[in-house]
Each structure stands twice: as structure tokens, then as C-alpha cells.
């Protein structure tokens, strides 16, 4: 198979694009997509400071080498989740990246703020692990960029976590969900960040091959909460989907975001206000993370 | 696997979607239309990550 742009052999074959690319003009195409989404989206200035979420796995450091390149000043969050080996290894990988590239990273551990790591919070809540440790993740990404005076969090969600997302949320017809998933969240309150995903048009795929042909080290191994998570299994459905039919997820997430996003946010406005706990933006009294962290405090 | 074959006819031996895989040779990613050899040693590095609330 050869190259699309230049005749060489090709290391990488992208049937939903009906091409193919060698090392350096498949990292050309990869940046082109980054630079897209953030004009399309007017996700980021290119003076701006950003907070860029890394888990240490392929996504979210893919994203921070691409902002670092792209001239952005950023600084990285890593959330300890308290889980195991994978945490601790996971967290080793972001530690070495930002090292090498000379750029800062801020620690924040979930055992710490919520008051235990996420396997204790999953047997406490009775709820499935993802549940409190994305309650967790948000609320923290939220409160570090507020404390730190960074205005916008960029997170690696990529095209494959979007789509089943959306997939989910098309399922259960979560017409609440389906109003807020945008590749670019606005600052609707003084104290939320803007959140951005710049990789939600590269598959997990692409994601994946820029990672290992920038030889970034990320950890391989998947979190081992994911096993069974339900994201997973429709990740899988819209695989097989694909391979019947390649652009099925880009259509199905960008046909969303064209053309149905709309209508499901001017039917689900909500008011926002202040938590009386923490002073966090909620739509209720108390925050969902100050509920969550007082349910780990009972426990003990 | 037997060698001497495509890389995408070694993924449909082994039940695999190519779109889900890198698949790795040494220290170089291969297209699904490139031949391995018996003595060849691939990688298959599953890209699907997850987990979401």
C-alpha cells in the first residue's frame, strides 16, 4: 500500500478516508485534524494557557505532545484514582513525559479530595467504578484550571468515545446527555471552564498509531474497571459497524453534531448555581461530588 | 499462526477487526496488505480504551 500524499509505502491504511500514509505525512494529517477542530469549534486562543487532562494513556498524552507542538502553553492534571497498579504506572508514564518535554504537571489525588480512591467508592456507591470517578474527574478538572486561573481543560476524548457516548446516550434517549456533548463546551457560569476535546475527530486507532510513531510511552494496558463497562460493549457494536461500512461512526457522531445536537439543547435548559458546600457550580443545593464524598464519609 | 500470508488474512484467523488493532512489526507499523513470514514476529496492540460514566 503506498501513500497517499507522497508514493512511499504506507504504515497506516484509514479506510473512512479511502487513503493510506507513510510515518511523517500520516503525522502531517493527524496535526491537520487537531488544527480543524480547534478553528471549527473556536476551541482555544493561540496565546492561551491550557489545562490538558492526562490519564497516561495514549489519547490524552497524543493530545498534550500535539498542543505542545502546536506552540500551546499547557500544563498537565493527573488524577490519581487510586487504582491499583494501573494508577501507579499510569501516573509514572505522565511524570516521564512531562519531564522530557520540560513542562509542568499537576498531581491531584482522588483519595485525598474525595475522601477514598475510586475502588472504594465504587462498593460504597454501589454504582458501577466509572460512575464515581468521572463524577470525580470532572469536578477536579473543573476546581484545578479554576484555582490555577486557566480558563479552558482539554481532554483526549477521540472520535470513538464520542460516538459511543452518543451511542449510549441515543439508547437510553438521555435527551439531557444528548444537549451537552459538544467537541467544545462553553463557560456557562463564572466558575466552570471551558472544556474541549481537540481529538474528537481521529479515531482511537489514529490516536493509537500517532502515539506509537512519536514514540510516545504510554500505558498499554487498559484500566481494570473498563473491563464490562457498557462504554466498551458499544464501542464494540459501532466497531463492527464500521468494518461493514467505513466513516459509520464519523457519520453517525458528526451527523449528530451538525444536524440533531440542536434541537435537544433548546429543550433542555437548566439553571445553574453555587453549591452551598463548596461553591462549585450545580443545578441543586448541594453538588453531586460533595454528596458523593459525604456517602464515602458515612461509610467509614 | 502460519506465516506467508497477508496481515489482514492472520486477523481473520484470529476473529480480529483490523480497525481495532496496530498491528507492528520491529519497531514500524504494516498495513493489512503486507505479507509476514513464518520467522516474522508481529504485534497485535489492541487500540480500544474505555470506561465512561
Known amino acids: ?300 | 499462526v502460519a506465516g506467508g500470508r497477508r496481515v489482514k488474512d492472520v486477523l481473520r484467523e484470529l476473529d480480529i477487526l483490523p480497525e481495532t488493532v496496530l498491528v507492528i512489526r520491529g519497531d514500524e507499523l504494516i498495513t493489512a496488505d503486507q505479507v509476514v513470514r513464518d520467522a516474522d514476529t508481529i504485534e497485535l496492540r489492541p487500540v480500544m480504551s474505555g470506561g465512561a460514566s
Request: aromatic residues 8%; contains cysteine.
Open chain 1, 1 to 300: 500500500m503506498k501513500c497517499r500524499k507522497c508514493g512511499e509505502s504506507a504504515v497506516l491504511e484509514l479506510r473512512r478516508h479511502n487513503a493510506a500514509f507513510c510515518a511523517p505525512d500520516f503525522l502531517d494529517f493527524f496535526r491537520n485534524q487537531v488544527r480543524e477542530a480547534i478553528r471549527k469549534y473556536r476551541m482555544l486562543e493561540k496565546d492561551e494557557h491550557v489545562l490538558v487532562a492526562v490519564s497516561g494513556g495514549k489519547d490524552s498524552l497524543a493530545l498534550w505532545d500535539v498542543l505542545i507542538d502546536e506552540g500551546y502553553t499547557t500544563t498537565g492534571l493527573y488524577l490519581d484514582l487510586g487504582i491499583f497498579d494501573y494508577s501507579i504506572e499510569s501516573r509514572a508514564k505522565c511524570e516521564t513525559f512531562a519531564a522530557a518535554r520540560g513542562v509542568p504537571l499537576i498531581v491531584r489525588s482522588v483519595a485525598e479530595e474525595v475522601g477514598a480512591p475510586v475502588p472504594v467508592i465504587k462498593d460504597v456507591t454501589r454504582r458501577p467504578p466509572c460512575s464515581g470517578c468521572g463524577l470525580s474527574k470532572r469536578y477536579l478538572m473543573n476546581r484545578v484550571a479554576l484555582d490555577h486561573g486557566i480558563g479552558v481543560v482539554a481532554t483526549g476524548h477521540n472520535l470513538d468515545d464520542e460516538a459511543a457516548t452518543l451511542f449510549g446516550s441515543i439508547t437510553h434517549w438521555h435527551t439531557d446527555a444528548l444537549a451537552r456533548q459538544s467537541p467544545a463546551l462553553p463557560s456557562t457560569h463564572a466558575k466552570l471552564a471551558r472544556r474541549v476535546k481537540p481529538l474528537y475527530r481521529l479515531s482511537e486507532r489514529e490516536t493509537a498509531a500517532y502515539a506509537f510513531v512519536r514514540k510516545i510511552d504510554y500505558i498499554v494496558e487498559e484500566c481494570p474497571f473498563a473491563k464490562g463497562a457498557t462504554s466498551i460493549a458499544h464501542k464494540e457494536t459501532l466497531s463492527r459497524m464500521e468494518d461493514a461500512s467505513p466513516g459509520a461512526k464519523h457519520n453517525f457522531l458528526f451527523g449528530f453534531l451538525e444536524k440533531g445536537r440542536a434541537a435537544f439543547e433548546r429543550a433542555e435548559a437548566v439553571e445553574l448555581r453555587e453549591c452551598v458546600r463548596c461553591g462549585q457550580v450545580t443545578t441543586g443545593t448541594v453538588c453531586a461530588f460533595c454528596k458523593l464524598a459525604d456517602q464515602v464519609k458515612r461509610a467509614k
